[in-house]
């Protein structure tokens, strides 16, 4: 079975884009390291980025009896976007949310997500590992239903 985790707009620059905010970890280590955790529990990771909101709306349609499941950095379209809001409550896939900093103790306009009321959870805050304990939170959730 498969996990689609997507990535949205400016963290293909990872490792060099505000370093003091995001780490130096860069996506592709984060997919690596993604690939290998869910690996050892059976499940494949298809991991993709764009910076396009329309891309990303795209790959969660895609998503639909492909993958059992969806985690999803939507970076600011986050904070803005209803028709990803849309796009999710319209598959039947379940999302996770996943945050490398903590949105709450940044900016105001951070603090609101238009993915967390159509995500299951939210996990922001711990770096690069919030994807892997997002992951471990889909599997999760994923076993109970019986995927
Ligand atoms: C982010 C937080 C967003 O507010 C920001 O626009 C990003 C990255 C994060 O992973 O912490 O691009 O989603």
Known sequence: ASILILNGPNLNLLGTRQPEVYG????DDIAA????????????ITFEQSNHEGALIDWLHGARGVH???????????????????AIASIEVPVVEVHLSNIHARERFRHQSRIAPVAIGQIAGFGA???????????????????
């Open 33 to 44: 390291q993604c690939r290998a955790h869910a690996a050892d529990a059976g499940w494949d």
């Open 68 to 86: 059992a499941g969806v985690i999803l950095n939507a970076g600011a379209y986050t904070h803005t976007s209803i028709a990803l809001m849309d």
């Open 129 to 147: 590992k919030g994807y892997i304990l997002a992951v471990d939170a889909l599997i999760d959730h994923l076993e109970q239903l019986g995927t």
């Open 24 to 27: 130096h970890v860069t996506l």
